[in-house]
Protein backbone atom coordinates (compact mmCIF):
# COMPACT_ATOMS: atom_id res chain seq x y z
CA UNK A 1 0.00 0.00 0.00
CA UNK A 2 1.15 3.18 -1.03
CA UNK A 3 1.58 5.51 2.01
CA UNK A 4 3.17 9.03 2.98
CA UNK A 5 2.89 10.60 6.20
CA UNK A 6 3.47 14.10 6.85
CA UNK A 7 4.42 15.12 10.46
CA UNK A 8 5.99 18.61 12.43
CA UNK A 9 3.48 20.81 11.42
CA UNK A 10 2.22 22.81 14.67
CA UNK A 11 2.22 27.22 15.40
CA UNK A 12 4.84 28.94 15.17
CA UNK A 13 5.08 33.09 15.92
CA UNK A 14 6.48 35.13 12.25
CA UNK A 15 9.97 34.73 11.75
CA UNK A 16 10.47 31.23 13.49
CA UNK A 17 10.94 27.66 11.83
CA UNK A 18 9.85 24.57 11.20
CA UNK A 19 10.34 21.57 9.63
CA UNK A 20 8.38 19.47 8.02
CA UNK A 21 8.62 15.75 7.36
CA UNK A 22 7.29 13.21 5.26
CA UNK A 23 7.98 9.40 5.39
CA UNK A 24 7.07 7.03 2.65
CA UNK A 25 6.35 3.38 2.13
CA UNK A 26 4.75 0.93 -0.07
CA UNK A 27 6.69 2.36 -3.22
CA UNK A 28 10.02 2.41 -4.75
CA UNK A 29 11.04 6.47 -3.31
CA UNK A 30 14.02 6.58 -5.38
CA UNK A 31 12.16 6.28 -8.41
CA UNK A 32 9.79 9.67 -7.80
CA UNK A 33 9.83 13.08 -7.63
CA UNK A 34 8.49 14.78 -4.50
CA UNK A 35 6.83 17.85 -3.99
CA UNK A 36 5.71 19.78 -0.93
CA UNK A 37 2.00 21.45 -2.07
CA UNK A 38 0.20 23.96 0.34
CA UNK A 39 -3.65 25.09 0.82
CA UNK A 40 -4.58 27.94 2.55
CA UNK A 41 -7.76 28.36 4.06
CA UNK A 42 -10.28 29.37 1.08
CA UNK A 43 -7.81 29.39 -1.19
CA UNK A 44 -6.47 26.89 -3.92
CA UNK A 45 -3.80 24.54 -3.47
CA UNK A 46 -0.17 25.78 -4.35
CA UNK A 47 2.70 24.27 -5.27
CA UNK A 48 6.10 24.90 -2.92
CA UNK A 49 8.98 22.73 -3.63
CA UNK A 50 10.25 20.19 -5.88
CA UNK A 51 12.76 17.42 -5.85
CA UNK A 52 13.92 15.57 -8.11
CA UNK A 53 14.67 11.90 -8.16
CA UNK A 54 18.83 13.17 -8.64
CA UNK A 55 18.44 15.90 -6.00
CA UNK A 56 17.41 18.92 -8.15
CA UNK A 57 15.37 21.51 -6.14
CA UNK A 58 12.89 23.76 -7.41
CA UNK A 59 10.52 26.39 -5.57
CA UNK A 60 7.54 28.67 -5.59
CA UNK A 61 8.57 32.58 -5.55
CA UNK A 62 6.93 32.95 -2.11
CA UNK A 63 9.13 30.59 -0.55
CA UNK A 64 12.68 30.86 -2.33
CA UNK A 65 15.40 31.90 -0.46
CA UNK A 66 13.16 30.97 2.94
CA UNK A 67 12.32 26.80 2.27
CA UNK A 68 14.68 24.30 1.59
CA UNK A 69 13.32 20.90 0.11
CA UNK A 70 15.66 17.71 0.89
CA UNK A 71 15.29 13.98 0.50
CA UNK A 72 16.92 10.84 1.46
CA UNK A 73 16.17 7.68 0.31
CA UNK A 74 18.20 5.22 2.08
CA UNK A 75 15.23 6.58 4.70
CA UNK A 76 12.16 6.59 2.58
CA UNK A 77 12.09 10.32 3.46
CA UNK A 78 11.81 14.29 2.26
CA UNK A 79 11.95 17.13 4.16
CA UNK A 80 10.82 20.93 3.76
CA UNK A 81 12.97 22.84 5.79
CA UNK A 82 10.74 26.44 7.11
CA UNK A 83 12.41 29.51 7.94
CA UNK A 84 11.43 33.16 8.41
CA UNK A 85 7.96 31.86 8.20
CA UNK A 86 5.17 34.53 7.51
CA UNK A 87 1.46 35.07 8.07
CA UNK A 88 0.53 33.96 4.46
CA UNK A 89 2.64 30.86 5.06
CA UNK A 90 -0.43 29.20 7.41
CA UNK A 91 -1.60 26.39 5.35
CA UNK A 92 -2.40 22.71 5.44
CA UNK A 93 1.28 21.24 3.63
CA UNK A 94 1.06 17.76 1.72
CA UNK A 95 3.27 16.11 0.67
CA UNK A 96 3.15 14.44 -2.65
CA UNK A 97 5.06 12.00 -5.14
CA UNK A 98 4.96 11.13 -8.53
CA UNK A 99 6.75 9.41 -11.02
CA UNK A 100 7.36 9.63 -15.06
CA UNK A 101 7.73 7.23 -17.59
CA UNK A 102 10.17 10.50 -19.87
CA UNK A 103 7.95 13.57 -19.88
CA UNK A 104 4.48 11.63 -19.07
CA UNK A 105 3.08 11.03 -15.24
CA UNK A 106 2.44 7.81 -14.45
CA UNK A 107 0.66 8.79 -11.23
CA UNK A 108 1.31 9.47 -7.62
CA UNK A 109 0.72 9.89 -4.27
CA UNK A 110 -0.34 12.56 -1.49
CA UNK A 111 -0.22 12.58 2.02
CA UNK A 112 -2.97 13.48 4.67
CA UNK A 113 -1.44 17.28 4.97
CA UNK A 114 -0.11 18.71 8.56
CA UNK A 115 -1.38 22.18 9.84
CA UNK A 116 1.17 25.32 10.11
CA UNK A 117 -0.25 28.17 11.68
CA UNK A 118 2.07 31.16 11.53
CA UNK A 119 1.11 34.19 14.00
CA UNK A 120 1.66 35.97 16.78
Known amino acids: EVQLVESGGGMVQPGGSLRLSCAASGFTFSNYEMNWVRQAPGKGPEWVSR???????YYADSVKGRFTISRDSAKHAVWLEMNSLKPEDTAIYYC??????????????WGPGTQVTVSS
Open 96 to 109: HAETYSGSMSLGGA
Open 51 to 57: ITIGGTT
